[in-house]
């Protein structure tokens, strides 16, 4: 049983399509997150979530839209995809936001903008 | 604002020990983690240090001064399983920031 599931795995699409990265967890944390690893390897926090309240937005482009239905979900909507947002994407959660939070990873989202 | 540097590559053959380090400048600190990533994967969760000093997980052990502002993973007994990225990370407020990763090369 899958603690922390994304999809789709991989997205490939042409610039200025909008598209959409599902995140769910099982763990019954409060708070959830997305990353963008880019091909340095840099894992930037893009935005959090805690009890589907956003309490992190990185200075994100607005074309990034997350939404939380409920806590065990955070979905990631991109409009106008531009060549540079290709990247990996991580969803992740964890229990609260405490001092020593440990957080849990998806599988990511391996997007490539065409 | 917050940092967090690392080297970006080491090497070592196997049955070594290596010794990642990382240096951070925050504005506030609670402690400081460590998570592995292979490559194709997700980061998973090593380590954290919330007190100075060593903590000890097996062959993996990560340090901590907090009034140098710097930890370090070490690793024994390396592995081929053990080549990875490995990121130090820290949560200020609210959210976990990562280090800027250092890829770890182990050669038979």
């Known amino acids: 049983d899958t603690a922390v599931s994304q999809t789709p795995k991989y997205l490939v699409t042409q610039m200025g399509n909008d598209k959409s990265i599902k995140c769910e967890q099982n763990l019954g944390h409060d708070t959830m997150y997305w990353y963008k690893q880019d091909s340095k390897k840099f894992l930037k926090i893009m935005f959090s979530?805690?009890?589907?309240?956003?309490?992190i937005n990185e200075t994100v482009p607005n074309r990034f839209s997350p939404k939380s239905p409920d806590k065990a979900h955070l979905n990631l909507h991109i409009n106008s995809l531009e060549l540079g947002d290709s990247a990996v994407y991580f969803c992740?959660?964890?229990?609260?936001?405490?001092?020593?939070?440990?957080?849990?990873f998806g599988q990511g989202t391996r997007l490539t903008v065409v | 604002g917050q940092s967090l540097e690392q080297p970006s590559e080491v090497t070592a053959v196997e049955g070594a020990i290596v010794q990642i380090n990382c240096t951070y400048q925050?504005?506030?600190?609670?402690?400081l983690s460590w998570y592995q990533q292979h490559d194709g994967g997700a980061p998973t969760f090593l380590s954290y240090?919330?007190?100075?000093g060593l903590e000890e997980t097996g062959r993996f052990s990560s340090f901590l001064s907090r009034s140098d502002s710097y930890g370090y993973l070490l690793l024994q007994e390396l592995q081929m399983k053990d080549s990875a990225s490995y990121f130090c990370a820290v949560y200020p407020t609210d959210k976990l920031i990562f280090g800027t990763g250092t890829r770890l090369q182990v050669f038979p």
């Open positions: 992740a959660s964890s229990q609260g936001t405490g001092w020593n939070t440990e957080a849990f």
């Open positions: 240090n919330a007190l100075d």
């Open positions: 979530y805690n009890n589907k309240e956003l309490i």
């Open positions: 925050t504005s506030g600190f609670y402690g």
